[in-house]
């Protein structure tokens, strides 16, 4: 007779709190938005060639049985990520500006200062 088993999550926290496909650089994220994209797990394995096979359909297994869970990590990381982008762009405004000035700056000023 063959015995059930517990079969591990393979999850790992990196140093900034992301999940990541254990053994990979793989971010758990990737996978669950191709899965709830429509992608079956071969694809997603076929898309993410260092995740294995099984290690996809337990993956979303996990996800299936803890949704409410999964769901908040994948929001607050999508409003971690928006946020991120928004003040990156805020950092860059201007930039093109400040570029093109200091590139049409006279000659002299561009000079670099000797000792």
């Known amino acids: ?11 790992e926290a990196d140093a900034q709190g992301i999940l990541r496909v254990l053994g990979t650089r793989v971010p758990v994220d990737n996978l669950l938005h191709e899965f709830l994209a429509g992608a ?16 996809a359909y337990t993956l979303i297994g996990h996800y299936l049985a803890n949704r409410t869970e999964l769901d908040a990590y994948l929001n607050e990381n999508r409003t971690a990520t928006t946020a991120a982008i ?8 201007g930039l093109r500006e400040r570029l093109l000035a200091k590139l049409n700056a006279p000659e002299a000023s561009r000079a670099p200062v000797s000792g």
Do not use: C, F, T
Not at 43 to 50: D, F, G, K, R, T
């Open 86 to 93: 928004a003040e990156g762009r805020q950092r860059q405004s």
């Open 40 to 55: 079956s797990p071969e694809e997603i394995v076929h898309a993410y060639p260092s995740v294995s096979l099984a290690d």
């Open 1 to 11: 007779m063959i015995k059930p088993s517990a079969v591990p999550i393979p999850l």
